[in-house]
């Protein structure tokens, strides 16, 4: 067979802007998308492809993939749904969105999916070819949910994706499940025509991705073309929607997400201390990706070592840490009950070290691919004896650059482990960021002693931030030993005296106290405001935010604070706190980081917002919680 590749039916999209003679061109601010079907439907492509394009127009962007546990659920069933959602727009978005505006469905199971959190008169586009009987029953459907008014309130686009998918590239000399697997290009070149998107940049990654495999590259182009095409000319679809480019500072921006985000941060903090990096680690949902993309970057230095487990990964983080690189451990939670042992040797030998922590569901195994923060107790807890060591978290996917950065410039300047918390929630989701020149980032000073000095002791302490200096093995003339067992306050002999240990103990705490002497003051939104203070941490920023932004717009009496730095605590956080009447702390977990709050200032009560459910908050949940609590404090 002969093939020939191109766009067989010589069909060319509109210019990005343009419509159809005789349909209506709406205006939007910003819309929210998900796309939802089997996790072997390919919406996690759909929806990042999606994501790259939105970016490329430069609208402001929030997503949330969201996958199924199991490695691979039955095909059809509600549990192996896999979806990606994502809120893109002109202005004000600060998280995924509550409820998508349009919902493709590529199955009846993503349908039941998703059917608890559709908006009234929402978009939904399936693909008719599997809305059968034997899918409506693994579905949990008693009948067909298209035929007994199940969606009477919304507007369904049913569209036999797969069989014109199949159609379209027949010709190609594809196996059947070859071509089944490019249908979720179909739907996406649906939604590109839904949003007056172009499909350049989308063709191009084609072009890229399957250069080597033209049959392939071909039929996925055509199918996206396909789909454009049939969403052009249905008489379902009378209208096309623009979303304007959101006003950025000028610069060059890409599409990131928090994981890529990290590495980079990683990357550029060993660029300014001018050493190399090492990772060591073990592959761990969701923080896998850290490792892969710093993967990409050996050509920087960059050590990597994928250890048999996660003990092994962080020691041997450790050993590349006293032999003076910047060292780095990326985990999740199970991972992180690993290690402990080993970050109770990194706070007692006193080495900079980083361990990242992608936080997901618990305990134990517990949620693989689902969002929590559930483990800031672990962070600050979770060693044998007095274990002190600095605890940051990271707000946005774009953000994690920053933060890891930040817990490099910790370590290597003040000479201790830092816990980095993250999300799956963030360590997924995707947001443009501004990206950065290494001569823009503040300068790094790690604690090296590079030459002879007979006064040396190992032990030995600066008084403005009491880290021992970091002393490569093999400088001559200051060979010395560190270990797990305490050591002489200032020889690094071991010793097993009271009045030392003590000392020691107390050292190692007021290190980490004064690290609050070196980081910036607390913030809040809302200056003006008294009658309440919602406080978070972590990944659930954007949410927060929009959420109190939303009520300060409606001139309600309300602030927000959200914390970075967790251990120390910033140091004017009492004052904040005494400004209001009441203090809300919202959190995915039973109350974590409220407790913290209640043992560093117990003069002031904390009233909790909590959810475990796997999920980020919802906007609207967290502001009826506001109203109500504003409400109460005005009766």
């Not at 035929?147 to 919304?154: H, K």
């Not at 979720?184 to 250069?211: C, H, Q, R």
Request: net charge negative.
């Amino acid at each position: 067979m002969t093939l020939k590749f191109g766009i067989q039916n010589n069909y060319k999209p509109l210019p990005f802007g343009e419509i159809r003679e005789g349909l209506m061109k709406t205006e939007l601010e910003s819309v929210v998308i998900k796309f939802a079907g089997d996790s072997g439907d390919g919406m996690q492509l759909a929806g990042s492809l999606f994501t790259e394009t939105t970016a490329n127009i430069g609208n402001q962007i929030a997503t949330f993939p969201d996958f199924p546990s199991e490695i691979r659920a039955p095909q059809g069933t509600v549990a192996g749904v896999s979806g990606y959602q994502i809120h893109f727009g002109k202005s004000g978005v600060h998280s995924p969105g509550d409820a998508p505006d349009v919902l493709i469905a590529m199955n009846p199971a993503a349908l039941q999916a998703n059917l608890h959190n559709l908006k009234p008169a929402s978009t939904i586009i399936i693909d008719s070819d599997t809305f059968k009987k034997k899918d409506f029953e693994k579905a949990g459907f008693d009948g067909n949910p298209l035929e007994d008014n199940t969606f009477s309130d919304y507007k369904v686009i049913e569209a036999p994706i797969t069989s014109l998918t199949k159609t379209n590239i027949t010709d190609l000399g594809l196996d059947n499940k070859s071509m089944v697997r490019c249908k979720n290009m179909f739907a996406l070149g649906m939604v590109y025509w839904l949003f007056n998107e172009p499909l350049e940049k989308t063709i191009n990654f084609f072009d890229n991705k399957f250069k080597k495999l033209p049959a392939v590259c071909e039929a996925n182009k055509r199918t996206l073309q396909s789909g454009h095409n049939y969403a052009e000319t249905i008489e379902a679809l009378t209208s096309s929607f623009t979303v304007l480019p959101a006003k950025k500072q000028p610069g060059t921006y890409r599409n990131i997400t928090g994981n890529q985000a990290a590495a980079w941060g990683f990357l550029a903090a060993a660029e300014k201390a001018k050493k190399d990096l090492f990772l060591g680690t073990y592959p761990i949902t969701p923080a896998t990706d850290i490792l892969h993309e710093l993967t990409k970057h050996k050509w920087a230095g960059v050590k990597i070592v994928q250890a048999e487990d996660e003990i092994a990964g962080i020691c041997s983080a450790i050993g590349a840490s006293f032999a003076g690189d910047v060292a780095i451990t990326t985990t999740s939670g199970p991972g992180m009950a690993l290690k402990t042992e080993a970050i109770g040797l990194a706070v007692m030998t006193e080495l900079p070290l980083v361990i990242v922590n992608v936080q997901r569901g618990g305990p134990s195994t517990g949620l693989p691919t689902k969002t929590e923060q559930s483990d800031l107790q672990q962070a600050l807890y979770g060693r044998n004896g007095e274990s002190p060591l600095v605890v940051l978290s990271a707000s946005t996917p774009a953000d994690c650059f920053d933060w890891a950065f930040e817990a490099t410039r910790i370590a290597l300047e003040h000479m201790t482990p830092v816990i980095l918390l993250t999300e799956s929630y963030i360590g997924n989701g995707a947001e443009p960021w501004k990206i950065k020149l290494t001569e823009e980032l503040p300068d790094i000073h790690p604690r090296t002693l590079d030459s002879y000095d007979e006064n040396w002791k190992p032990y030995d302490r600066d008084t403005e931030k009491l880290a021992r200096q970091w002393v490569v093995p093999g400088t001559k003339g200051m060979e010395h030993r560190i270990g797990g067992l305490e050591k002489d306050e200032c020889t690094g002999c071991v010793s097993h005296n009271p009045q030392n240990h003590a000392i020691m103990v107390a050292t190692r705490q007021n290190k980490i106290d004064k690290i609050a002497d070196f980081i910036p003051l607390q913030k809040y939104k809302g200056k003006d405001a008294t009658k309440l203070l919602v406080v978070g941490w972590g990944g659930q920023f954007g949410i927060l935010f929009g959420a109190v932004n939303d009520l300060q717009k409606e001139g309600k009496n309300i602030a927000f604070t959200h914390f970075n730095y967790i251990n120390p605590l910033p140091k004017n956080t009492a004052e904040i706190f005494a400004k209001f009447d009441r203090i809300l702390v919202c959190e995915l977990n039973n109350g974590q980081f409220a407790d913290y709050l209640r043992a560093q200032f117990p003069q002031f009560t904390y009233e909790q917002f909590n959810k475990v459910e796997g999920l980020p908050f919802k906007i609207k949940d967290l502001k009826n919680k506001f109203n109500e609590m504003l409400e109460a404090g005005n009766a």
